[in-house]
């Protein structure tokens, strides 16, 4: 199995930056795209942005576009999400996972995930 754990979350200012970082370990592919998730209390999970692991593009989700960026460092097994300009709307606990040769897309096929990382952004 491939082992996924989220760093990097906490609490920041609105209009402030933070970056979250996962690592992975086990079974690590460098075919393996990476994604971001959250979920916010009493809503559905959804897709932040992603990442083909050995190139290609990146995705993001409309409401981060401009905002946040997605990156990778293959030969330490970790992807990177920096976001910019947060805003209350972004709290919510953010999840790193990985698509077993998929490519980031929203609608890849996700089958490791971490725990998650909290994100909260005051007003």
């Known amino acids: 199995q491939v082992q996924l754990v989220e760093s990097g979350g906490g609490l920041v200012q609105a209009g402030g930056s933070l970056r979250l970082s ?7 592919f460098n075919n393996n795209a990476m994604g971001w998730f959250r ?14 692991w ?10 981060v576009k401009g905002r946040f960026t997605v990156s990778r460092d293959n030969a330490k097994n970790r992807v990177y999400l920096q976001m910019k300009s ?4 972004d709290t919510a606990v953010y999840y790193c996972a990985a698509a077993p ?10 089958d490791y995930w971490g725990q998650g990382t909290q994100v909260t952004v005051s007003s």
Do not use: M
């Open 22 to 28: 996962c690592v992975a370990s086990g079974r690590t």
């Open 39 to 52: 979920q916010a209390p009493g809503k559905e999970r959804e897709f932040v942005a992603g990442i083909r």
């Open 54 to 63: 050995s190139g290609g593009s990146t995705y993001y989700a409309d409401s």
């Open 86 to 89: 947060l805003n209350p709307e």
């Open 101 to 110: 040769f998929g490519t980031g897309s929203p609608s890849g096929r996700y």
